[in-house]
Nanobody
Framework: QVQVAESGGGLVQAGGSLRLSCSAS????????WGWYRQAPGKQRELVAG????????YADSVKGRFSISRGNSGNNTVLLQMNNLEPEDTAVYYC?????????????WGQGTRVTVSS
C-alpha cells in the first residue's frame, strides 16, 4: 500500500509563488509515476504535471513555463510542485497522485488535496 499527503497550499497574490509538497508512505519503492492534479469549482479534475520515475515529465499547456515538478531530496518519497507567476485561474484544490504496481496489478493513490487561492 502507498499513501500520499499534500502540503503547502495557501493564499497568494497574482504573480506570486507557492511550492506544494507531496509525501508518500508505505511501499514507496513500487511507485513509478507521480502526478499533480487540480480541481477548480465547477470544473473537472485535470492533470497539471506528471513525472515518471524514469525521468519523463509532462505539463498542462496552461502551466508550462510557470510550474515545475521535481523529486524531493528524500529519495522516492517526496515530489514537489513549484508554482511561479500564479494567476487567479490557478485557484483550485491541488491533489497528489501516485501510481504504483504490485505485479500484475496497478494501483493509484490520491491525497486529500491542498487548496490554492490566487487573488487578483
Amino acid at each position: 500500500q502507498v499513501q500520499v499527503a499534500e502540503s503547502g497550499g495557501g493564499l497568494v497574490q497574482a504573480g506570486g509563488s507557492l511550492r506544494l509538497s507531496c509525501s508518500a508512505s508505505g511501499t514507496i519503492s513500487k511507485i513509478y509515476y507521480w502526478g499533480w492534479y487540480r480541481q477548480a469549482p465547477g470544473k473537472q479534475r485535470e492533470l497539471v504535471a506528471g513525472l515518471y520515475i524514469g525521468g519523463d515529465i509532462n505539463y498542462a499547456d496552461s502551466v508550462k513555463g510557470r510550474f515545475s515538478i521535481s523529486r524531493g531530496n528524500s529519495g522516492n518519497n517526496t515530489v514537489l510542485l513549484q508554482m511561479n507567476n500564479l494567476e487567479p485561474e490557478d485557484t483550485a484544490v491541488y491533489y497528489c497522485n501516485a501510481k504504483w504496481a504490485d505485479a500484475p496489478t496497478h494501483f493509484t493513490s490520491w491525497g486529500q488535496g491542498t487548496r490554492v487561492t490566487v487573488s487578483s
